[in-house]
């Protein structure tokens, strides 16, 4: 059974920082390249960040760019996003991807920034 976790998300102010995780259990994440997407209130949902299965490529949505870092640990079959510099637009649930020949989603984690 495959599995994918997401967990960090939260509340946290404008400017702020949070970390999201994603643990992977059923595959071998190597295999596969990792996304993040979100969807926003109301809204559907968008890619956010892209990352290759060794992490030498990464794509990252416009409105994202330059505060949002994805990373993998491939030994600890885990994803990352690192979000900088939080917006209230930021706000939305946010989804961990895997696919290679199969498409894997997490359940999503609520990010809400708010002051």
């Known amino acids: 059974q495959v599995k994918l976790v997401e967990s960090g998300g939260g509340l946290v102010q404008p400017g702020g920082t949070v970390t999201l995780s994603c643990e992977v259990s059923g595959i071998r994440i190597s295999e596969y390249s990792m996304s993040w997407y979100r969807q926003p209130p109301g809204k559907a949902r968008e890619p956010v960040a892209y990352?290759?299965?060794?992490?030498?490529?990464?794509h990252y949505h416009d409105s994202v760019k330059g505060r949002f870092t994805i990373s993998r640990d491939n030994a600890r079959n885990t994803a990352f996003l690192q979000m900088n510099s939080l917006k209230p637009e930021d706000t939305a649930v946010y989804f961990c991807n895997a696919r290679y020949s199969e498409d894997y989603w997490g359940q999503g984690t609520q990010v809400t920034v708010s002051s």
């Open positions: 990352i290759s299965n060794y992490g030498d490529i990464t």
